[in-house]
């Protein structure tokens, strides 16, 4: 009890609502992402970059890592982010940061789903747009290589985010696939953002 009082009020705040707090920006970021989902555009995503800053950008990246990003090219984010939002004094590091925790949640939403609901629950999904033989490609590196190919993949442009069901059916522990995929996405957005720094000449 003494130990509890010794806590400051934010310490103390912190630990009996730091959870709900959490919670809450996530399903906040979620609604943002299901709206993009349903009614977004390239145009769109750009407005809120410009106007929402690092908040539209994790949103966004949530869809992205989640494989929902269907009305945008997800090679575009980074480079977008740095180049609108770099120019109102956010550090490139920062919203390399923001889109890899965004990629990343958005990933272990569709690992969890993979690993709790199974492949036939995905495969009747209209959201998910992998077919099976394609799928049955990624199974087949996932069983060959194993983890590795987790930040193998996220990190290439054509394979990101592939192994992250295979990854769910192989029942894969959640704490690994998070620090690999996060691995690489970090790969991944920060050669994008040198790419668009050298494009906008910042290099």
Request: aromatic share 12%.
């Given at each position: ?16 609502y730091g ?163 996060a691995l690489g ?19």
């Amino acid at each position: 009890m003494v130990e509890v009082e010794a806590r400051g009020p934010y310490r103390r705040f912190l630990a009996d609502y730091g959870v709900l707090l959490i919670v809450g920006v996530a399903l906040v970021a979620a609604a943002v992402a299901v709206g993009l989902f349903l009614f977004g555009d390239r145009a769109l995503v750009r407005s809120l970059l410009d106007r929402y800053g690092l908040v539209a950008l994790f949103a966004v990246l949530i869809l992205e890592g989640a494989m929902l990003l269907y009305f945008a090219p997800s090679e575009a984010l980074v480079p977008a982010g740095v180049a609108l939002l770099a120019d109102s004094g956010v550090e490139v590091a920062v919203v390399i940061l923001v889109a890899v925790g965004g990629a990343t949640v958005g990933q272990f939403l569709l690992f969890t789903f993979a690993k709790r609901g199974g492949r036939e629950y995905l495969l009747e999904k209209p959201w998910f747009r992998v077919g099976e033989d394609r799928l049955d490609r990624f199974d087949t590196w996932f069983d060959r290589w194993g983890p590795l190919v987790v930040p193998v993949s996220n990190a290439l442009l054509f394979t990101r985010g592939m192994l992250t069901v295979p990854a769910g059916l192989a029942e894969m522990e959640d704490w690994q696939f998070l620090a690999l995929s996060a691995l690489g996405t970090l790969v991944f957005q920060t050669w994008l953002a040198l790419v668009a720094l050298g494009l906008l000449g910042r290099l």
